[in-house]
Each structure stands twice: as structure tokens, then as C-alpha cells.
């Protein structure tokens, strides 16, 4: 019983992703979400687990598991636009497959379950951008989250735009948009990245993914809390957090809460074992 509670998450991750792989294997009769739900909920469980263990790398190997095949082998290979431009266009075309999927699974609802788990662990393009020199950031938070909301209309109206102008071919335009948009999220995340002196500066106020993932990960299940019997206020958690999130305020409501990427730096960091 206390191993089972010790690994809780791991076993609810693989859990969670076994049941979406199992039913989608069955409801549409195609291996392929099987063993694509099976090897992602396999990689973060492995993480999760290392990170238990106090595996120094635990989520940069998750990173690196999902990551790589979802930009090498679902995009490059596969051509699947796993970007919300792909996500738009099948939706538009009514077709519930990978990208849809993909965006049910990762960014709208299962943040319900694991916020932006996504996003600590799974995301391609964070993934490089966790490799910069700034893994915590060098200035206060700007205000500029807003340019978020035009990233999000203008991958709409791109999306559309092909639809109503009966655009030939709209399945190779969307592989070479996935290039295309693959090539400046990383341009213009390095190059933020070391303006503002913050690695996860695109993931701030660029990203129009986030449009999804922060109201759903309100309301996440899975979240760090801070045990107050033991926290003695030496903030060091606040310090060492990549996204600012006031994690030593319980509510919902706390201070970027819907920004907490539960990339655990605050557990590993608190002299206390307060979170
Ligand atoms: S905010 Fe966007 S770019 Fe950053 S990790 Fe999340 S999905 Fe990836
Ligand atoms: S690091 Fe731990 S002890 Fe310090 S403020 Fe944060 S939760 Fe409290
Ligand atoms: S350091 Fe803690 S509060 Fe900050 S993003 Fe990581 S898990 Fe969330």
C-alpha cells in the first residue's frame, strides 16, 4: 500500500492513457492509437517514476521521449500537423483523428486531470527551449500575455481563410505550414528567450495553445500544493519557479496558477519538503 501511494502518479498516468489508448484502439479499430497512447502514457509514467526516484534528468528524458516523436515521427514522418493549425483543419473537415485527438487528449481536456502536464513534459517546442541558459527568469513577468490571443486568431483565421478560398491540396499546405510554423515557434522562442533572459518566454506571451490550456488547467486535478504546517516563507520555491506561479498560496486563484507547468522544480527545491 504506502509503494502504491508512493507512485500514484505514474500509476494514474498510465492509467488514464491506457484507457484513452484501449478505447480508441476498439471505438475506430486502428493499432495505431494503441500503441501511440501506450508509448506517450509509458514515457511520462517512466518520468514520473525517475523523478521519484530523484532522478536528476527525469523530465528532460519525458521531453525527449514524446517530443522527438512527435515532431520527428507523427510530423516530419508521418506528416500529421500536430500544430492548432492542424487541429483547426481537422476539425473544419469533421475528421476525428490524430491532431484532434491529440488536442482532446492533451490540451483541452485532460488538463482537467494533469493542467500543463503538456507543456512541463511532452511539448516539442519547449523541449529545445529548456536547453537555453535561462531556466529561471532573469525579470519580473511582463504583461503581454494578450499577444497570445492574436497568435490563436490568426492560426484561425490562416485555417479558414484556406477553407473559403477552396484552396487545391490543402493537406500538403498544411505539412509545409507545420515546417513553416515548427521554424518560427523555435526563431522566435530562442530569440525571446534570451531578449527577455527567460526560457519559457514564447510559452508566456506567445503561444496560442495556451488559449486552451489555461482555463482547463484551472481546474486540474493534479496540482502542487504546499503543506503550511512546514513551509517557514524563505521563498526559494518562487525563486526557482520557470513560470512565477505563487505556489505556496493553495486556492485556485493563486498567483499564475494556470501557468504551472509541473515541472516540479519547487518540490526538488524546498528545504522544508513543504510542497
Ligand atoms: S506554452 Fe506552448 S510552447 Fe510552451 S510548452 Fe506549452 S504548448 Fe509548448
Ligand atoms: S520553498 Fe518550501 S519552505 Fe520555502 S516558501 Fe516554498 S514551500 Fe515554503
Ligand atoms: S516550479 Fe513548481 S509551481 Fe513552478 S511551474 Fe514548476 S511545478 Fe509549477
Known sequence: MKHIRKYLHPIIFLIVFETVAVTLWLTKNNLFYLLNF???GFSISLGLFLFIRKYKHARRVVQLLVGLYMLVYLGLICHENMQIEGFWYYLFTGVFEAATIHYAVAKIFGPLIFGRGWCGYACWTAMILDFLPYKVPAQPRKKIGWIRYITFAVSLVFVSA??????????RIMFWAFIAGNIAYYGIGIALAFALKDNRAFCKYICPITVFLKPMSYFSLIRVQCKKDKCIDCGKCKRVCPMDVDVTDNSRSRKNGTECILCMECVKNCPKNAL
Open 162 to 171: 484556406l477553407f473559403l478560398a477552396k484552396a487545391g491540396h490543402i493537406e
Open 38 to 40: 501506450s508509448y506517450i
